[in-house]
Each structure stands twice: as structure tokens, then as C-alpha cells.
């Protein structure tokens, strides 16, 4: 094989290398929850706002009845990501309703595996012992938190979920004492935990290697051509 056909033959390869890379590659995970970082609030910085069942479902998240969202923008504690975070012991609810938090339904397919992850810290100047208890629930699972004290600063969890219904109920609750001073979350987010058909996907090397023996076997018919 002379100088002139490696040339050729390496920019076919060069070619199909090319190709491979501008194929569009899996997108990562897509977050189910909308305003899982609670950022289209829109609060200007340092301030601090509460929201009723009618204004707060204009941002994906609902109160629990008689319940309130207090969204804070670098107040009281920092953003664990962006600028806003939410306190589940909201400000300005009925302190006898039967549960404080806030809530969204997010459609699943049953069956399917979801990661679900957020970030928690506790509320500076919790009065009390207790203050920033919390639960976390997404269908069947369902666990207790503490977040501490503000020193601890923000944590992260993770866990993965099987559905078992077409729409779940994500929700999050103050389990401390009702003096408006409770845990805080940020940064929440459900992904589906693998990807439907993903056995038929090539794997990179897989596809790389396919497109350089079809770049190959261009090379090779052209030389083929020429010959005769």
C-alpha cells in the first residue's frame, strides 16, 4: 500500500472519527421535578417570601392544606445551589394543620427505577432541640431527617425508587416544633435511574469500531474500483 492510499485510507478513518463525534451522545438525565431548586421564584437577593396554595402552584410546588412555601434568597443561610432555597417550616400557616410542607405529582411509569436526590441544612437560629426534623417521601419510601444544627451546613441524599404508580406523590415535611424555624431544602431532583432499551445502545467503543471498518470497507471498494 503506497503513501497515496494510507492518506486516503486515513482520512476516511479521520472522516468516520469525525462523524462519530458530531452523532448526538445520550442527554443526561432529565430532573422530573419542576423547580427542584425553587429558582423561579424569582426573589430579588436577601429577600424572603411566602406563598399560599394559589401563587405557589405557579411554581410547581404545593403547601400541604393550611400550609404555606417560604422560599428565601440567600437569607437566613445560603443557596446550596443557585439562589433560592425552601424552609418547611413556613412562615404564616395554620398551626393546626395536620401536616406543613409542600408537595408535587410527578407522573411515573410503573416499574421503573427513579433516583431521587436533594440537599438539606439546617434553618439558622433554630430555637429549639428539634427544630429541623424532617421526612422525605416519594411513593412507597419514606424516611426521617435531622439536619442539625447550622454548623452542619448542607448535607445530600440519594436514594433509588421503584414506582408503582402512574402518579407519585413527592413531598416534603416539618417534623420539628411549629415556630416557623425548620429545616431547608434545595437542589431536588428525580431522574429515571436507567434509561428505557438501553441494552440496544452501542457502547462507544462498539460504534467507534463500526464506523471505522465501514470506513475501511468504503477505502477498501474504492481501491478495489480502481484496480480493475
Not at 19 to 30: D, F, G, K, V
Not at 51 to 76: C, H, K, L, Q
Not at 136 to 144: I, K
Request: proline share 3%.
Amino acid at each position: 500500500m503506497n503513501n497515496m492510499k494510507l492518506t486516503a485510507l486515513g482520512s476516511s478513518l479521520l472522516c468516520a472519527t469525525a462523524l462519530l463525534c458530531a452523532m448526538p451522545t445520550i442527554a443526561s438525565a432529565q430532573n422530573l421535578v419542576r423547580n427542584g431548586g425553587f429558582e423561579d421564584y424569582g426573589l430579588n437577593n436577601r429577600k424572603w417570601k411566602h406563598y399560599g396554595a394559589n401563587s405557589a402552584m405557579d411554581f410547581g410546588w404545593t403547601p400541604t392544606g393550611g400550609s404555606r412555601i417560604e422560599i428565601r434568597n440567600n437569607v437566613a443561610g445560603t443557596a446550596f445551589e443557585g439562589k433560592h432555597y425552601a424552609e418547611l417550616d413556613s412562615h404564616a400557616y395554620n398551626r393546626n394543620a395536620e401536616e406543613i410542607g409542600l408537595f408535587q405529582d410527578i407522573v411515573t411509569e410503573i416499574g421503573q427505577k427513579y433516583t431521587l436526590s436533594f440537599n438539606f441544612g439546617p434553618r439558622e437560629q433554630a430555637r429549639v432541640n428539634g427544630d429541623n426534623l424532617f421526612s422525605a417521601s416519594f411513593g412507597d419510601f419514606y424516611q426521617e431527617f435531622d439536619a442539625g444544627n447550622y454548623r452542619d451546613g448542607w448535607q445530600s441524599f440519594s436514594t433509588t425508587i421503584t414506582a408503582t404508580s402512574e402518579l407519585t406523590r413527592l413531598k416534603f415535611l416539618s417534623l420539628g416544633k411549629r415556630d416557623t424555624y425548620g429545616a431547608n431544602i434545595d437542589n431536588v431532583r428525580l431522574e429515571t435511574a436507567t434509561m428505557p432499551d438501553a441494552e440496544a445502545v452501542p457502547e462507544p467503543f462498539s460504534m467507534l469500531t463500526v464506523a471505522v471498518a465501514g470506513a475501511i470497507g468504503v477505502q477498501a471498494k474504492r481501491m478495489k474500483g480502481k484496480r480493475k
